[in-house]
């Protein structure tokens, strides 16, 4: 009964609609408009729930930056050690001769992901960055 599928009817201004039909295409043959209208709710109510104060999430923090930027590499590295509880991993890709890319893989309750990612986003010299936040429980 829960997983029976109901229908509803959603109106949205026809430029809109057409770029939504272009990223179904994208998606592949296989995918239709309600599948790739479930995926993105799915991805929302992912979202949603990883910024719920005691959550435990997994994250993602995907970061580049230039190494030779002043003593960005010691900063992220302090306060990587003062997380250590929380730093599951970090991998670290030479892109060229100047940039640097990061992923930091985080563990904990989501504000505290949340925090101890700005806190890395923030530091001078991160060229850009993205957390992204994953929960084990299935919608
Ligand atoms: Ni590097």
Known sequence: MANDLMRFSVAMPEDLLMQFDALVARR???RNRSEVVRD?????LVEDNCRVPGVEVMGSLTI??????SDLQDKLHSIQHDYYDHVIATTHV???HHACLEVIILRGDSLLVQTLADKILGLKGIK????VLATAGAV
């Open 28 to 30: 592949g043959l296989a």
């Open 94 to 96: 030479h892109v060229d």
């Open 64 to 69: 580049v930056y230039d190494h030779h930027s």
């Open 128 to 131: 850009n960055g993205k957390l």
């Open 40 to 44: 993105l709710v799915r991805d929302a």
